[in-house]
């Protein structure tokens, strides 16, 4: 089984946006991403660390917004509306979850939609779905970079997607029916019946259900390429940590079946960051009234 490597083709992209973002500078274009984190979820914290990192490697400028776990929606928009008004500002990220007492809904409708990079505004999303995107999700289109940059056409190919959540399965879902990807996609979630059989069909499987190692050979047909989101936390007091990182994808177990697969980490996990970085470019692009910066 061949191993689809994401840092690698990450590495491959993220030196085409760094040439990127020093011919912008010659433009006087300095792309900016604002982050904000609310409350105190590790996992959150080491995201938001690791983006910040990245913009730093990439000449983005980056500004970070830290609030603590009791504040309140109000507060949290009013940042948003600051952010939203800063014409510096290209980019604005809210880290999710957020604590209960906020509202992640209204939170993501108030990102304006030009700077709202993770494409989760309903307005984005709607683009998406229309065919005319104005951006793409981070997560699905780095899925969709790695199979294209590794010589996996979609076109005319049965995908089969596990799991229809709003950041990952069912843009993913979208854009892969669409002109140009032109695959034939089934969104199967936890109410669907005969779901082995439903995957055997597929030529491309992706898993992104959020169960560790749910997808076993059973679900595989022979020759196809499986992709792996998931990244789940299990108990391992055998690291220092204490636990390790996991998908859904049942790695050793499918290596006979498929052609090839993502690994976990080392997948989709890095391309999440890296067409972050994409949409951060092009949204300094938008706002400076310049055509989408292709790869
Ligand atoms: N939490 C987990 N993944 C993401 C992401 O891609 N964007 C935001 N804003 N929050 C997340």
Redesign the pocket.
Known sequence: MEELSGTKISKEILQELKQEVESLATQNIHPCLAVILVGDDPA?AI?VKNKKKKCDQLGIKSVETVLPQDTTQEELLKVIDKYNEDPTVHGI?????LPPQCDEEQVIRRIKGQKDV?C?NPCNVGLLAAGTPRYM???PYGILQILKRSGHDTKGKCCVVLGRSN?VGRPLSIMMSLKGWDATVTLCHSKTSNLEKVCMRADILVAAIGIPHFVKKEHVKQGAIVIDVGINRIDDPTSKKGFKLVGDVDYENISDVAHAATPVPGGVGPM?ITM?MYNTINAARLQSNLPKFEI
């Open positions: 959150s995201y990220l809210c880290q999710v979850p993770d989760f999700p981070c997560t950041i999440t972050l």
